[in-house]
C-alpha cells in the first residue's frame, strides 16, 4: 500500500478518535455555518478529517482504500493529494453555497474528498464493473457515477435523512474537475464519457437555478 495512503487513513483514524472521545474537540474543527460565517473557514477543511463514529469513519476509510490505487497508479502522490483535498474543499464549498443560510447547519467526515476520489477512478476507467452487496452483477463504473450523483439530487431535494449529500455531490465535481485538467486530452479522447458524467452536474445547477432544489 501506497504510504501516502497510510499516512491519510491514518490522521482520519486519530482525529476522528480523537473527536469520539472529546466534544469540544468535535465542535471547534466540525463544518458549522454559522462558525464559518463568523470567520473559522479552517472548518471547512478539518471537518473532513472528523467523523459521527466508528462505522462512519470504517466506511469512508474502506472506500478509500478500495479506490485510492487506481488514482495512484495513473497519478502520482502529487496529483492525488490535488484530488484529495480539492475534492474535500469542493464538498465543503458546495455545501456552504447550498446551505449559507441556515447558520445551524452542521456535517463532518471525508465523504466529500472519498466521493471525489470514485469520481475521479470513474473518469479514468468509466468500463470498470462495481459489484454492490445487494446487486450480484457488476456495474459498469459510469453508471454507478451518474445513478450516484441523481441519487444524491433526490436526497438533496428530499432532505429524509442525515447524509450529506451536498458534499458527496461537491468532493465529486472536485474530482471530475482536477482529473480534467490533469488530463485535458480526455475531452477528445473521451468525448461521450466526460460529458455522460457532467450530466448530473448540469441537472444540480440547473434546478437550483430554476429553484427545484
Known sequence: MDILLIAIIAINVIVSFKGFGDQLFFRKYEFHIGSIKAGEQIRMLTSGFIHVDI?????????????APIILDQFNDLWFLYIYFGSLVAGSLLTYYFHKEEYSYRAVGASGAVTGIIYSAILLYPEMDL????????????????????????????KRDNIGHTAHFGGAIGGYVITLAKEPHMFIDNTKMVVLLAIPIVILFYMHKTKKL
Open 55 to 67: 462505522a462512519h469513519l470504517a466506511f469512508n476509510m474502506l472506500t478509500l482504500f478500495f479506490f
Open 131 to 158: 459489484y454492490l452487496f445487494f446487486i450480484p452483477i457488476g456495474i459498469p463504473g459510469y453508471v454507478f457515477g451518474i445513478g450516484y450523483l441523481l441519487y444524491s439530487i433526490y436526497g438533496m431535494k428530499t
